[in-house]
């Protein structure tokens, strides 16, 4: 019905296999075309986007930071994640600010540092109200019971 060098094709009609191969080719080459083609007026990609603003600021005097440029991007149409912006800044050269090392044994200190207005919990009470404690609650039945008879006598004092 059909020989080796014609195939057949839609409507029931047959091609030679060159002239399918030719028009195959330039089909695929169209659509090649078509997907490398950037819409006009449009940027060429976001990273792009993040290194003109990143040397707008710079041009300007400001320290371009992540979040700044996330949030400028987004006011020009542009979604762009803070960690890719990240990235983008540290291939051109901005490196974040860097850590103080006292940071966290500074901030440890003062949440550890006693309040002004009242005393620490373990300055507060010694090992002989400890003592004293253990007797009155063994004397009551128990601490659940001491607890109990304690805060009863909050109320009355409050």
């Known amino acids: ?59 300007k005097g400001e320290q371009p930071r992540p979040s700044v440029i996330v949030a400028e991007l987004a006011k020009r149409g542009v979604k762009v994640a803070p960690a890719q912006v990240s990235i983008v800044l540290k291939k051109m050269g901005f490196r974040p600010l860097r850590k103080r090392k006292g940071a966290k044994r500074a901030a440890a200190a003062r949440s550890a540092a006693p309040r002004a207005g009242k005393p620490a919990a373990s300055a507060a009470v010694s090992i002989d109200d400890l003592i004293a404690a253990k007797k009155v609650a063994s004397s009551l039945g128990g601490t659940d019971k001491a607890i109990a008879a304690l805060q009863a006598l909050k109320r009355i004092a409050d």
């Open 1 to 59: 019905m059909f020989d080796q060098k014609t195939v057949p094709v839609d409507g029931g009609n047959t091609v030679t296999l060159e002239k399918a191969k030719k028009s195959m080719a330039t089909s695929a080459n169209k659509a090649a075309s078509k997907k490398a083609a950037p819409k006009a007026g449009a940027a060429a990609n976001k990273s792009e986007e993040v290194r003109k603003l990143a040397a707008e600021m710079k041009a």
